[in-house]
């Protein structure tokens, strides 16, 4: 078998070591969606401490093999219907997301080069394979019981920096869900700015309009879409004024509001270094 799994030639090495995704949890704490069975591009990018950039060049440049793998790309839609608890996960606006099953995850790390992590995967691999690796069983319970604690300690490692990552997320969330009352557009977008997400009132507006919230009616004015209402995303304040001249009551249209559950789903949608 060749030893450099990341060559173009070794398509072959890779499909016939790709059923050995437990190698997966000897080199890390993967992240994966409700279900233990899917992962997006941000989940791999953190296992193999790669940019996200480099996961999609991986799997653009090796696509045929990924699709054997399971990998595909669902709309933003077919996501949410997929997991029912996506309203609490920290997901990007994108319109489309990337799922990839454990054995495509594993074939990142076939493929990286520039990765220590993706390294250590195709060491296990290949020790494995050629029978290099001390077999378990010939291991003293001292061993065993050291090698055990060492995979726990990453383990905890791994998970207590991604606590520490979500703690200041987690609260401002909480601000949010506490919060009484819906807001303008406005005000919203001066909240989702405090809560480190960089947005201004017409920045909102093209959010809420490209996620199908609200629409421009004909007469220029935000309307709301009865999706967003039904949902809680988004309410409507009624408006009216007096006829200057007639003294008479005249109906304006609503104001469009930001509820405090949209707040918090625009929170976990958008990333925190600001909306383009």
Known sequence: MSTDLTVAGARAERDALAPRTDVLDKVGVLRTL????????????????????????TVVRNRDEFDTDGYRVVTRSAFRAMFEESDKLS???????????RRAVLRVGMLLRDSPVAR?????LLDTESGART????????ELIDRALQVSARRVAALTERVAELEPQAEVAAKLLDAEGDLSVRDAAQSLTRAGITTGQ???FAELAERGWIFRAGDGRWRVMQYAIEHGYMSVLPQSHYHPKTGELV???PQPRV????LQRLLSDLPQDGMA
């Open 259 to 262: 509820t405090p559950k949209g």
């Open 120 to 124: 250590r995967v195709r060491d296990y």
């Open 135 to 142: 077999p378990v069983s010939s291991l003293s319970d001292d």
């Open 251 to 253: 109906l304006d249209p």
């Open 34 to 57: 409700p279900g233990d069975l899917h992962v997006t591009t941000e989940m791999v990018a953190e296992f193999y401490e790669v940019s996200i950039d480099v996961i999609r060049q």
């Open 202 to 204: 017409q920045r909102l």
């Open 91 to 101: 997901l990007s606006s994108a319109s489309s997301f990337a799922l990839f099953s």
